[in-house]
């Protein structure tokens, strides 16, 4: 099956810094790549995705890269802002069917600190 | 914007008792997932449901579990004799035919 890891595990950042969080996958058949914010207590939120047909995707202060040669995918968050403090975690699917279970890797406690 | 919506949002039940959580997936969404969080973990998968039947389920998925869809609208998971170590945030996702999951918002199981 499918095995992510994420790293760093915490991040602390200034308001206005950039911070940026990696997952490896070890699936070479996966083709979705998931990111989702979780504020305390809350949903995970599903914030950015990635395909495996493009090497990067953007949306405003957001963006995700691919390197499906390393197998690896990371998180961009410019201009961060004290909303942003949350864990976040990276997920790719299993490649079997069209059933697309999410393995989560284990999460990116971000704080930004005003 | 649709949700996908969960109830209870907080169950506190004795061990050995059965507890049944549900979850109401965005309509027209066809597969369907339960997920777990122990406090300060990551999320796991649990099991997913399309076509009115079980795809995928994990290792923690045991014949003390099971999944449902009553009926058009109504997504459950029950736990039969829960066990201390059920203790835990369950999500419900749905997604359409495409990729993208949509998670709900959470149940929190204590178990005693």
């Known amino acids: 099956g499918e095995n992510v890891e994420q790293h760093p595990s915490t991040l602390s950042v200034q308001e206005g810094d950039s911070a940026v969080i990696k997952c490896t996958y070890s699936d070479s058949a996966s083709n979705y790549f998931p990111w989702y914010k979780q504020e305390l207590g809350k949903r995970p939120q599903l914030i950015i995705d990635i395909r495996s047909n493009v090497g990067e995707k953007k949306d405003q202060r957001i963006a995700v890269t691919l390197n499906k040669t390393a197998k690896h995918f990371s998180l961009h968050i410019t201009e961060t802002q004290p909303e942003d403090s949350a864990v976040y975690f990276c997920?790719?699917?299993?490649?079997?069917?069209?059933?697309?279970?999410?393995?989560f890797g284990k999460g990116t406690l971000l704080t930004v600190n005003p | 914007e649709p949700e996908v919506t969960q109830t209870p949002s907080h169950q506190v039940t004795q061990m050995g008792q059965e507890v049944i959580l549900r979850c109401v997936p965005i309509s027209n969404h066809l597969y369907f997932y339960w997920y777990r969080q122990i406090l300060g973990q990551k999320v796991e998968f649990l099991v997913s449901f399309y076509n009115n039947e079980i795809s995928e389920k994990s290792e923690i998925f045991d014949d003390q579990f099971s999944v449902e869809r009553p009926d058009g609208s109504n997504f459950t998971l029950k736990i039969r004799s829960t066990k201390l170590e059920d203790s835990a945030m369950y999500f419900c996702?749905?997604?359409?035919?495409?990729?993208?999951?949509?998670f709900g918002p959470g149940t929190r199981l204590t178990v005693t």
């Open positions: 996702a749905s997604r359409p035919e495409i990729y993208e999951q949509y």
């Open positions: 997920a790719a699917p299993n490649s079997g069917g069209s059933n697309y279970k999410l393995t």
